[in-house]
């Protein structure tokens, strides 16, 4: 089992940064593909970004790239999305989530709100 923990949002003008913190435990987070969703109010849950046990990094191709990064510490066994020139569509709840190898994503933290302002 793997338990994940999500911490960081807040409110925050547009044009600031936030970063969003996912902490795991049950399993180390270099062994899983760890992943940053996000469900704006009324819509449907997206993909942000993940980086995989290999250390291989993917974002979502428009939304956030260039303005999101993803990163892992093996130490703490937490992983990060630093978010930089938020924007008013950015507020949404953000879920950290983990896939094991091979398998798909079955393990999700309880989300943290994000609110950006204009």
């Known amino acids: 089992q793997v338990q994940l923990v999500e911490s960081g949002g807040e409110l925050v003008q547009a044009g600031g940064s936030l970063r969003l913190s996912c902490a795991a435990s049950g399993r180390t987070v270099s062994s899983l593909t760890m992943g940053w969703f996000r469900r704006a109010p009324g819509k449907e849950r997206e993909f942000v970004a993940q980086?995989?046990?290999?250390?291989?990094?993917?974002y979502d191709k428009d939304s956030v790239k260039g303005r999101f990064t993803i990163s892992r510490d093996n130490a703490k066994n937490t992983v990060y999305l630093q978010m930089n020139s938020l924007k008013p569509e950015d507020t949404a709840v953000y879920y950290c989530?983990?896939?094991?190898?091979?398998?798909?994503?079955?393990?999700w933290g309880q989300g943290t709100q994000v609110t950006v302002s204009s």
């Open positions: 980086i995989s046990w290999t250390g291989t990094i993917t």
């Open positions: 989530a983990a896939a094991t190898v091979g398998g798909g994503y079955s393990y």
